[in-house]
């Protein structure tokens, strides 16, 4: 599986767009971007995928560029309850997936 | 409720006296996988099963041990828990099928070795 570069850590106030970047520079054809994040110790919670094209769902929207070798996820108003980590990994869907290598993600920070 | 569950949630052990720490999930996933997270870490895979006596390697399987006898369970084992494995533990599933593959994880276990 490709790995995937993150920021360690984003600021970002309470109300305004987050926009966490992810660099999977060597993402092969088959593989999915799947962005989960982790409030506290928590187990780590989905958030959105995608393949190719920009995917929006009810928490946040996938931004991926033409090339797909990097991507964005944003959370359009952020609040204080979206302070958590973000990891952003790489796999390849349906049942071509085995191992899984999650990083070290990036600490949103969102402020008053 | 589909989740799942991971027990104990917070264990205190010492050197070399063995024990397992239970997965299971009630959403008839094939896949099913352990992490640990340490500080500054992030996440890193254990072990993982692509279904029933399919298991692997992650990036970090030493000292540890896994079994997948049937689809809903997969318990971490640690034969001889050393120090080093003090670390918050993480299972997971995934369906694999040709839809959405998200992950969901059960709330983690917390594992002190004295």
């Known amino acids: 599986d490709a790995k995937t570069t993150q920021p360690p850590s984003m600021d970002c106030a309470e109300g305004r767009a987050a926009n966490l970047p992810c660099n999977h520079s060597?993402?092969?054809?088959?593989?999915?971007v799947y962005w989960y994040r982790q409030i506290h110790s928590q187990g780590p919670q989905y958030i959105i995928h995608g393949l190719k094209n920009n995917e929006t769902n009810e928490m946040a929207s996938l931004i991926i560029t033409e090339d797909r070798k990097s991507s964005t996820l944003i959370l359009p108003h952020a609040t204080l309850r979206d302070t958590a980590v973000y990891y952003c990994?790489?796999?390849?869907?349906?049942?071509?997936?085995?191992?899984?290598?999650f990083g070290q993600g990036t600490i949103l920070t969102v402020h008053p | 409720e589909a989740q799942v569950t991971q027990n104990p949630r917070y264990l205190i052990t010492v050197t070399g006296k063995k024990l397992t720490v239970t997965c299971s999930q009630n959403m008839n996933h094939e896949y099913m996988s352990w992490y640990r997270q340490d500080p500054g870490l992030g996440l890193r895979q254990i072990y993982y099963s692509m279904n029933v006596e399919v298991t692997d390697k992650g990036d970090v399987p030493e000292g540890y041990k896994v079994s997948r006898k049937e689809k809903r369970n997969f318990p971490l084992i640690l034969e001889s828990p050393s120090p080093n494995q003090t670390s918050l533990y993480f299972c997971?599933?995934?369906?694999?099928?040709?839809?959405?593959?998200?992950?969901?994880f059960g709330p983690g276990t917390r594992l002190t070795v004295l």
């Open positions: 990994i790489v796999h390849a869907g349906g049942t071509s997936y085995g191992k899984l290598t």
């Open positions: 060597t993402i092969s054809g088959n593989e999915y």
């Open positions: 997971a599933s995934s369906p694999r099928t040709s839809g959405s593959n998200e992950q969901f």
